[in-house]
């Protein structure tokens, strides 16, 4: 019964605050429909849905609510839909101070610096998660604390919204629990984690955006292996396109998952993505192309792991940022390298 009651207490909880004060709510539900060719599967799928309720409680003091509605994958309720969190925090917003501007301190549960970041990127999440996130190294949500700022004002863009804002770029710094937001806690280590993006050359290629970002802990497990993480990815944001490249270096991931069968330790790994999207604004038609790679050395070359993805869609933005998707995913992955073959329509629907 508790379990019904929750997301309809939420749901009043954010129409109250909406209808009598100036709080923000929104929403985002992806809707797909899936063909997948070597298994000849065709089904519907609630791939996510967010309901976001974010009160002013004063003029520095905010929060925000996020529940994620999914479907439970493991289990007796396998199956089910169901309600969990994805981000729940209260943000202080603190003064500038010199070349700092937009300054922020978060604490709860938080986005981790780079997938957020990745996501304003490639806008894309309904057709799947992140590179990095979609190959297990890290997620996008976890406890902690976060420090967000901006190097510089906000630098003015033409026809398009910037993944970081700042005339210079911007910076995130956090400390985690380590294990995601849908995890426990398995044993007392933090990671800290970090995101550093510069715009070189603001006043001839304002797109331009060059980032560091990392990690630095231990897997979220009893054997306390390590993990790291040092990622770079350069980026042109333009009215009319995106390009971005990422390559990235780690060792064991943040759920202590990437561990070798043998020793159960973790083992080192690389990888890199390319993205890019080109659009129309006057038509909202446009098209995307993205390619992953990522092995993992388990010095141990009959246990060689690798993934290649290619993924290639058609899209339709209407009202807003409201889009249909339509994608053609081809992936080699796992030890025998299988090929998986997905052909997907989505619906990402937002207010």
Known sequence: ???????????????????????E??????????????????????????????????????????????IDGEGSDRGNIELRLKYLYAQARL?????????????????????????????YRAQGQMFLERTGVINSADYGVYAESAFGENIQTNGFKSASPGRYGGMVVGIYNGGGYSAFEENSNKSFEWRFTFRPFPAYLKGLLATYHGA??????????????????????????VVSGEYYEGFGSYDDLIISERTFRSVPHSGYSGF?????????????????????????????????????SAVWRFHKENKIILSYDKFYEGYANLPSTIWEATLDLRF
């Open 1 to 23: 019964m508790k379990k019904k009651l929750l997301p309809i207490l939420l749901l009043l909880l954010m129409i109250s605050g909406q209808l009598f004060s100036q709080d």
């Open 25 to 70: 709510l929104s929403g985002k539900w992806f809707i797909s429909y899936q063909h997948q060719e070597e298994e000849s599967s065709d089904r519907f799928l609630l791939k996510r849905a967010y309901i976001t309720y974010k009160p002013q409680i004063t003029p520095w003091l905010s929060g925000r609510i996020t529940p994620d509605i999914t």
């Open 95 to 123: 003064p500038d101070f010199s070349f700092f501007r937009d300054n922020k301190l978060r604490v709860g549960v938080v986005p981790r610096p780079w997938i957020d970041y990745a996501q304003d990127i490639n806008m």
């Open 216 to 241: 630095w802990g231990e897997g979220n497990s009893i054997r306390n292996n390590r993990f790291r993480l040092n990622g770079v990815q350069v980026a042109y944001e333009h009215t009319y396109f």
């Open 276 to 312: 890019a999207e080109f659009r129309e604004p006057k038509t909202g038609r446009g098209a995307w192309v993205r390619y992953d790679s990522q092995q993992l050395d388990y010095s141990e070359p009959e246990n060689s792991f690798n993934e290649n993805r290619l993924i290639i």
